[in-house]
C-alpha cells in the first residue's frame, strides 16, 4: 500500500519569498509521484509528476519538485511566490508498474500575503 | 475546449432522495473517475473506469452506483442519499498508455448538500 503526508495544512508566505510544500511518501515499491493544484471553486490541476526519469521534476507556474528516494520526500518548491499561486496543493502517489489507483494527500492551502 | 463537464454544479437533497450525477469529457479519453472530495481528507476514489463498459470500486463505493454510458459519459447515481453524502464530487478522465489510474483532467465539481 502506499501513502503520501503533507506536513501542514496551512502554509502562508509572503508575495515574492519562496515557497515550500511538504511531501513524504510511503511506498513499498518505487513509486510514481504528482503535485496538484486546486484553485477556489475549480478542479485539481496536475502542476508536476515524477515517473522515475530525472529526480528534479518542473512543473507549470514555474514549480519544481525534488525527489529525494533517502528522505521518501518530494517537496515541492516556487523561487518567488506570486498573488497568483494561493491555491490548494495536493501531493498524490502510485505505485510504478501495475495496475493501482492514486492516493492523494489531504491537501495544503497556500496563502499568499501581499 | 470544454475538457471534463459536470452537472449538476449545486444540489441540496433531502436524506432518502435519488438523483444522478453528470459527467462528460470530449478528449476522447479511455478512463473516467469519481472522486469525492471533504475537508480534511483529500479526494477518494469512488468508481473508476479504466475503458467503456468496464466499472470497478474504489475506495468508498457504498452507497454509489455509475454507468459507463458511452466513451464520452460516465455518471454517478446515489439511490438513498445519506447525509454523510454531503460533499463536493468531481469527475476526472485520463489517456490511455498515461501512467494508469492517474486523472489528468478534472471536472469542476459538484457541490452536493443532503439535509
Known amino acids: 500500500a502506499q501513502s503520501v503526508t503533507q506536513l501542514g495544512s496551512h502554509v502562508s508566505v509572503s508575495e515574492g519569498a519562496l515557497v515550500l510544500l511538504r511531501c513524504n511518501y510511503s511506498s513499498s515499491v518505487p513509486p510514481y509521484l504528482f503535485w496538484y493544484v486546486q484553485y477556489p471553486n475549480q478542479g485539481l490541476q496536475l502542476l508536476l509528476k515524477y515517473t522515475s526519469a530525472a529526480t528534479l521534476v518542473k512543473g507549470i507556474n514555474g514549480f519544481e519538485a525534488e525527489f529525494k528516494k533517502s528522505e521518501t520526500s518530494f517537496h515541492l518548491t516556487k523561487p518567488s511566490a506570486h498573488m497568483s499561486d494561493a491555491a490548494e496543493y495536493f501531493c498524490a502517489v502510485t505505485l510504478s508498474g501495475g495496475y493501482q489507483k492514486v492516493t492523494f494527500g489531504t491537501g495544503t492551502k497556500l496563502q499568499v500575503i501581499p | 475546449n470544454a475538457g471534463v463537464t459536470q452537472t449538476p454544479k449545486f444540489q441540496v437533497l433531502k436524506t432518502g432522495q435519488s438523483m444522478t450525477l453528470q459527467c462528460a469529457q470530449d478528449?476522447?479519453?479511455?478512463?473516467m473517475y469519481w472522486y469525492r472530495q471533504d475537508p480534511g481528507m483529500g479526494l477518494r476514489l469512488i468508481y473508476y473506469?479504466?475503458?467503456?463498459?468496464?466499472?470497478d470500486k474504489g475506495e468508498v463505493p457504498n452507497g454509489y452506483n455509475v454507468s459507463r454510458l458511452n466513451k464520452r459519459e460516465f455518471s454517478l447515481r446515489l439511490e438513498s442519499a445519506a447525509p454523510s453524502q454531503t460533499s463536493v464530487y468531481f469527475c476526472?478522465?485520463?489517456?490511455?498508455?498515461?501512467?494508469?489510474?492517474?486523472?489528468?483532467?478534472f471536472g469542476d465539481g459538484t457541490r452536493l448538500s443532503i439535509l
Open positions: 476526472a478522465s485520463s489517456e490511455l498508455g498515461q501512467i494508469k489510474n492517474q486523472p489528468q483532467h
Open positions: 473506469s479504466a475503458s467503456e463498459g468496464t466499472t
Open positions: 478528449m476522447n479519453h479511455n478512463s
